[in-house]
């Protein structure tokens, strides 16, 4: 309890009411949600075989599928509408790839946004007096902005391909029997696809939030805090001969008006010995 307590207090955790901060926050739960519905997402679908001897039909063949979605290596038997004799049917299709690397993704996020959090609360004196932890910090939000893009659109075409693949329609194209039109074959249920739609909605939620906290992390990197100063410079320099500017006005105007003193003098001379001399010549 002494050490919880001490790490608390020594935490600033005033940073995770910045955008900074509640934004990785949020990156956390997010990639937990989208690993989470796409990595632990089982299906089934049913499909009946309905034989012209009723004795070897199947009205409720069950077919079980889960992530990584490997449908080739899906099998179930179905009848073969010959006596009792059966086959064994495989589904079609291997989306594994894409599946394996959104969740790669989400998992890896997940543990960088987690590790952010902990150095933003304990550690932010020291990461914002090292200049390489801001630029690796907005490095690594750069490429997790990019690799969502890439893993979430890469998945939700895949799930396309899983939707189509697993249809009951088309698993019963797969069974031999159902090419004979004197069986009857149908779909008993399908696939609830909630779960995995909810995963590639938060796969594209935590491109967004991974793109918007990149201005944000730029904010800390010392190139922004350099254009910063740049871009201070001229208004420093404009503002510091501003204030200047009095000053030089007005040595300016103490040397004008010593100047103009200086020439009004013969005149006012002038005018004193010219005023009477006039009045003499008119007496």
């Not at 594994?96 to 890896?108: G, K, Q």
């Not at 009951?168 to 149908?186: H, M, W």
């Not at 040397?255 to 006012?268: A, D, E, M």
């Amino acid at each position: 309890m002494d050490t919880a307590n001490q790490l608390a207090s020594g935490g600033t955790f005033q940073v995770l009411k910045l955008p900074l901060g509640f934004i990785r926050v949020l990156e956390w739960l997010f990639a937990i949600f989208a690993f989470a519905t796409c990595g632990g997402y089982s299906g089934q679908l049913r499909v009946s075989v309905d034989c012209v001897e009723k004795g070897s039909s199947n009205l409720s063949i069950g077919i079980d599928f889960a992530y990584p979605f490997r449908l080739y290596q899906v099998s179930f038997e179905a009848p073969a509408c010959e006596g009792m004799r059966r086959e064994r049917v495989f589904l079609i299709g291997d989306y594994s790839s894409s599946a394996e690397f959104f969740v790669t993704i989400a998992v890896f996020a997940f543990l960088y946004s987690l590790m952010a959090t902990i150095v933003y609360i304990f550690f932010q004196n020291k990461y914002r007096e090292n200049s390489r932890a801001p630029l690796i910090d907005f490095v690594v939000t750069v490429v997790f902005s990019f690799m969502w893009l890439v893993s979430s659109s890469a998945w939700a075409k895949a799930l396309s391909d899983v939707k189509v693949a697993t249809d009951p329609d088309e698993v019963q194209l797969l069974i031999s029997a159902c090419k004979v039109q004197t069986n009857k074959c149908g779909s008993v249920h399908g696939s609830r696809w909630s779960g995995l739609n909810t995963s590639v909605a938060f796969g594209f939620l935590n491109f967004v939030l991974w793109a918007g906290n990149i201005w944000f992390v730029f904010k800390e990197t010392g190139w922004h805090k350099g254009a910063s100063r740049l871009a201070g410079g001229p208004s420093e320099k404009q503002a510091s001969t501003f204030d200047q500017q009095p000053y030089n006005q007005g040595s300016f105007d103490q040397s004008g008006s010593s100047n103009t003193q200086g020439n009004l003098g013969p005149p006012s001379e002038y005018s004193q010995v010219g005023g009477p001399t006039s009045y003499t010549n008119q007496m």
